[in-house]
């Protein structure tokens, strides 16, 4: 049974035209993973959903099938384009790295203010599990840590990050389709929080670097049931990836 669209654009940005707000809604239930790899989009079925005609839908698809996150079978129509495990599974792996050095010059530097500003988004994470909302959690996971990386001084390190965090955007979609790394997720955030606030570079670099391991895991995982494993999902333990990446 195909979920219902949820009416929303992620974003403050001003919606000028139909084709940009069926465009925006359709991309942020794609990224959440509330439409899931494989979803068939029928422009009627979304024209109904978001009371509009059918060709600010086909205008919107077209935008989204140039991004690569909509696939158009000749003769079959538009679905959600799948993920590539692989290609994924590289991109977490080199965001591991570099968001784990952006945590340890960011504890550093980090301030009792900047402690508040996390504790509060903890809570509102806290809620989110609570409600079991993983598509409002997953946009307060990415300002967490979004947070947490603008802390660091290395400007180009921050800029390779959202480059990075762009092109896999899509990895957001776990906490839809393995719901129990809400919980997991928003336990890994406090802890390190707490290695922020005692100012352990290498404990918040360390917990960086395992979880988002721990996130790639399970993404891959429901990416690749049924099907060959990743060399991540080939590693049997700790925050290592190929047994190194995390040394």
């Known amino acids: 049974m195909q979920h219902p669209l949820l009416l929303t654009t992620a974003t403050d940005r001003p919606v000028t035209t139909k084709s940009e707000y069926v465009y925006r809604v359709l991309r942020e239930n794609i990224i959440s993973g509330n439409l899931r790899p494989g979803t068939r989009l029928g422009q009627k079925w979304i024209a109904e959903q978001l009371q509009v005609s059918e060709i600010p839908v086909r205008e919107a698809i077209k935008r989204l099938q140039a991004e690569g996150l909509v696939t158009v079978i000749p003769h079959a129509g538009a679905e959600v384009a799948k993920l590539d495990p692989l290609e994924m599974e590289e991109v977490l792996a080199i965001r ?14 980090i301030g009792p203010e900047d402690i508040v500003e996390l504790e509060e988004l903890l809570k509102q994470m806290d809620e989110c599990v609570k409600r079991k909302d993983a598509v409002t959690y997953g946009l307060l996971n990415q300002e967490f840590h979004k947070m947490i990386f603008s802390l660091s001084p290395y400007k180009r390190l921050l800029k390779m990050i959202d480059e ?3 092109g896999a955007e899509r990895s957001r979609s776990v ?21 922020l606030r005692n100012h352990d570079a290498d404990k918040a670099e360390q ?24 060399e991540l999902l080939a590693a049997e333990s700790g925050s290592d990836f190929h047994g190194a990446a995390g040394k």
């Open 175 to 195: 906490f839809i389709l393995d719901p129990s790394r809400l919980e997991a997720s928003r336990d890994e955030h406090r802890a390190l929080v707490e290695a």
């Open 164 to 166: 990075l965090w762009y």
């Open 96 to 109: 591991a790295v570099l968001e784990g050095l952006a945590a340890r010059t960011a504890a550093e530097r």
């Open 207 to 230: 917990l960086t670097k395992q979880h988002r391991y721990a996130a790639a895991r399970s993404l891959l995982r429901s990416l690749t049931e049924g099907g060959e494993k990743t």
